[in-house]
């Protein structure tokens, strides 16, 4: 599990480097694990939560590996597609069926996913669905009639999906879901362990804070995977600190000037000063936007997408601010997304339900490697990461396939 990389008083001086390399990352979060576990009770730790694994598809992976699924929401399987190969050796139609694009993030992804998939040679099925569960199942199986290759989708529901990802594997077609993960052996779940990634923002909070005070929580879309299990972590964490208090009325629906409304109203109702905010997904921007439309000091906020805007307030005022991020950046969702694609494509194969990125946590130590320079508070994009950042790099992947380089 990532350990902090910025030194606080009393919290382990392990800090995070951008130079460093994934396997060192991974070593950091396999340390983390183990000092969660031994000091349970402590404020700011977090807590081993092994996920369920039915098939025991886990106990091959290597130590550094196996951390990255600490906590993770869903069951891992063994995959439906573990000696899959395609029917047919000219048909390379993706369906790419992506959520509604009312942020940054979705935007950016949309945009570089359907480029790299062209680029490589893939002919792209795009489809933007509405904000809508039916609508967004309903278009999923009219690409499974069409009989395309694979599909690429972005589920607001997980369990809405199981039946659609099951009749897909029945026709022989392979689906990835980004972001949010689905129960189900019959689809492919890729993205940050968004548990995890809850609970590594909630310990440096939490640290940051002295273990107490208020905490404003700023939701996504009730019930959306990445929404529920990031603050399944972070709650994990702050349950540990009998001084922490938290507030989870504001819903964004993942849009900066729905948080900043909601965020300027909330403040200007409730007096008592508020410690820190905490985001999934989208948000932080317009969660700085409400507390300075509100007259009121910026806290530290978890920015769970790293968007560009509260970025660079953060990168602007690092000398008297304190911030802390952590996400899969579009440009790296992408990259893993397309790799995954082009190994299924080859043949070799996938052994879990589920590939977790391993995602570096952000803090005042490297937050100058995310800054993209020429932004400012008003940017409405995301953080592309530093060049060398790679979140599912080779070894890891073929850790994962059933054979590798075949």
């Known amino acids: 599990m990532r350990n902090l990389p910025r030194p606080v008083v009393g919290l382990t001086a392990l800090a995070l480097a951008a130079s460093l390399g994934l396997s060192a990352c991974s070593a950091k979060k396999t340390a983390a694990a183990a000092s969660g576990s031994s000091a349970s009770g402590n404020c700011g730790t977090i807590p081993t939560d092994s996920p369920k694994d039915p098939d025991s598809v886990l106990s091959s992976l290597s130590s550094s590996t196996r951390a990255l699924y600490n906590g993770y929401p869903v069951s891992v399987y063994k995959s439906a597609f573990a000696d899959w190969k395609p029917k047919s ?68 529901s997980s369990s809405a999906f199981t039946t659609a990802v099951s009749t897909a594997a029945s026709a022989g077609i392979p689906s990835i879901s980004l972001l949010n993960s689905v129960d189900s052996a019959d689809t492919v779940s890729l993205g940050a362990n968004d548990w995890l990634q809850g609970a590594e923002m909630a310990q440096y909070v939490a640290k940051e804070i002295g273990g107490s005070g208020k905490v404003l929580d700023v939701h996504g879309i009730s019930g959306v995977g990445i929404d529920t299990a990031t603050y399944a972590g972070i709650k994990a964490v702050f349950a540990e600190c009998s001084g922490i208090t938290t507030d989870d009325t504001i819903y964004d629906q993942f849009a900066d000037s729905t948080a900043k409304s909601a965020v300027q109203t909330y403040l200007e109702t409730h007096p008592q000063k508020i410690a820190a905010a905490m985001t999934s997904g989208a948000g932080a921007t317009g969660v700085m936007e409400g507390f300075q439309a509100a007259g009121k000091s910026v806290p530290i906020i978890a920015n769970d997408s790293m968007e560009d805007g509260q970025l660079a307030y953060w990168y602007q005022n690092k000398s008297s601010y304190n911030g802390v991020g952590i996400t899969a950046t579009p440009p790296q969702l992408a990259t893993s997304a397309l790799s995954l694609v082009n190994a299924l494509f080859k043949g070799e194969g996938i052994k879990v339900s589920a590939v977790v990125l391993n995602t570096p946590l952000v803090t005042d130590e490297n937050v100058a490697q995310w800054y993209t320079a020429g932004t400012t508070t008003s ?28």
């Open 89 to 156: 050796g000219t048909n390379k139609t993706v369906g790419f069926l992506i959520s509604e694009t009312n942020n940054g993030y979705q935007l950016a992804l949309e945009s570089i996913l359907a480029g790299m998939l062209k680029s490589a040679g893939y002919t792209v099925d795009e489809v933007t669905s509405s904000d809508q569960v039916t609508d967004q199942v309903a278009d999923f199986n009219q690409m499974v009639e069409q009989k395309v290759a694979m599909i690429v989708y972005e589920p607001l």
């Open 379 to 406: 940017s409405t994009g995301n953080a592309g990461g530093p060049s060398s950042l790679n979140v599912l790099p080779t070894a890891e992947l073929n850790e994962l396939l059933s054979n590798p380089g075949s």
